[in-house]
């Protein structure tokens, strides 16, 4: 059943002009990829968003992408890669709140993409001396935390930041913009055999692809998106670590960046990035640890527990999801508790009634709901 589910979750991922946004809305409205496929054709053109092309899409396409999706799975069985699709429990769940979120990821490693802390270091391929030591020194700084390095595997800060995360014994992951079978820059092949078994390699291209320049930018999302915060060592005002940084901003996830020389070219991305407040300055790890509240983890912790007090003897799994979620939340719409839980709409509905009949959920306006306190 595993296996066939698999099959058309990656399926999904392969039909023509069906993008990540619309994937999602299609399962949500069919219940499972496995659903999708088998909808009548009335359900499927009845799905907000889907319209003629999207609906020929799919039909017409199904055959060839099921085919395709049997080669990919042969693939990612030779070469040991997890194909993770959105709604794996390995998916990372923080790059999963962003939009644009990729469906489908190609994983090498034995890293936990959902550790509880995780920190980006990215930075110029011209990385001067200050720059490699003050890579190194945040790297060791965070050892004591048990932290995921993330990085982008590049020349320069990253691929500092992953060889001292290494040597720390902190895991790191490598995330790529070639296929999960091509490793670039090829000299960095040695590192990232050994990241293999401390973190992994991670990729959203499939198998083949190389590294062409348009996927750096569409790599640093990923980047951006499945941290707690990117922190910027050196860059220059064009560089693409700065096109990393604004991702973060948008996403609205933390963004620190280590002030430099102000003579030197590759200090003037991170001192305009603390000068214009789109970052805050680091200089030790106690600006990091505050900025995230780590020092707070006691109660954070805390609260955790408190947020699993809900018997399953009183509610079912789902209700349990919306109740956790909820807590944490405050309120939401209702589409994203569909997406953020991983419960159909169609079923959802049902939850959020039999939860508002047990006085534990009021709806609000706009299909938004929240707990009744």
């Known amino acids: 059943m595993g296996e066939n589910q698999q099959l058309y979750e990656v399926a999904l991922t392969q039909l023509h002009g069906i993008g990540p946004q619309m994937t999602r809305q299609l399962v949500s409205y069919c219940g499972s990829p496995h659903a999708v496929f088998h909808a009548p054709p009335g359900k499927l053109q009845k799905i907000p968003g889907i319209g003629p092309a999207a609906y020929k899409n799919i039909t017409q396409g199904a055959k060839q992408a099921l085919l395709q999706a049997e080669e990919l799975l042969k693939k990612a069985e030779e070469h040991e890669v997890q194909l993770l699709f959105y709604t794996s429990p390995k998916y990372p769940d923080r790059l999963k709140q962003i939009a644009d979120a990729p469906t489908l990821l190609y994983f090498r490693g034995n890293g936990n993409l959902n550790q509880r802390r995780i920190i980006s270091i990215v930075g110029t391929r011209q990385v001067s001396n200050y720059g490699q030591a003050m890579t190194e020194k945040i790297v060791a700084d965070l050892a004591p935390y048990n932290v995921l390095i993330v990085s982008g595997l590049a020349y320069g800060v990253d691929i500092v930041s992953h060889r001292a995360a290494l040597q720390a014994g902190l895991p790191t992951i490598g995330v790529m913009a070639s296929g999960p079978d ?17 973190g992994g390699l991670l990729s959203e291209s499939t198998f083949g692809t190389k590294p062409d320049a348009p996927r750096f930018p569409a790599r640093n999302r990923i980047i951006a998106g499945m941290s707690d915060c990117t922190i910027i060592v050196e860059a220059t005002l064009k560089s693409g670590t700065l096109i990393t940084a604004d991702l973060a901003h948008g996403y609205d996830k933390e963004v620190m960046a280590v002030p430099g020389n102000v003579t030197s070219p590759v200090s003037e991305g ?104």
């Not at 490793?183 to 293999?196: Q, S």
């Not at 399953?312 to 919306?322: A, S």
């Not at 991983?342 to 959802?348: A, R, Y």
């Open 182 to 198: 091509i490793v670039y820059p090829a000299v960095h092949r040695k590192y990232a055999e050994r990241m293999l078994t401390q």
């Open 270 to 373: 991170p001192n305009h990035l603390i000068k214009n407040h789109k970052a805050a300055i680091y200089t030790s790890v106690q600006d990091l640890v505050e900025l995230l509240n780590w020092d707070l983890e006691d109660e954070t912790q805390a609260r955790k527990l408190r947020n699993q007090v809900f018997s399953p003897e009183e509610y079912t799994q789902d209700e349990i999801k919306v109740l956790t979620l909820l807590v944490q939340t405050q309120d939401e719409h209702m589409d994203n508790i569909s997406w953020k839980t991983q419960i159909p709409v169609s079923l959802l509905a049902s939850v959020l009634l039999t939860l508002e009949f047990k006085g534990m959920v009021k709806a609000m306006p706009g299909k938004r709901f929240g707990l009744i306190r």
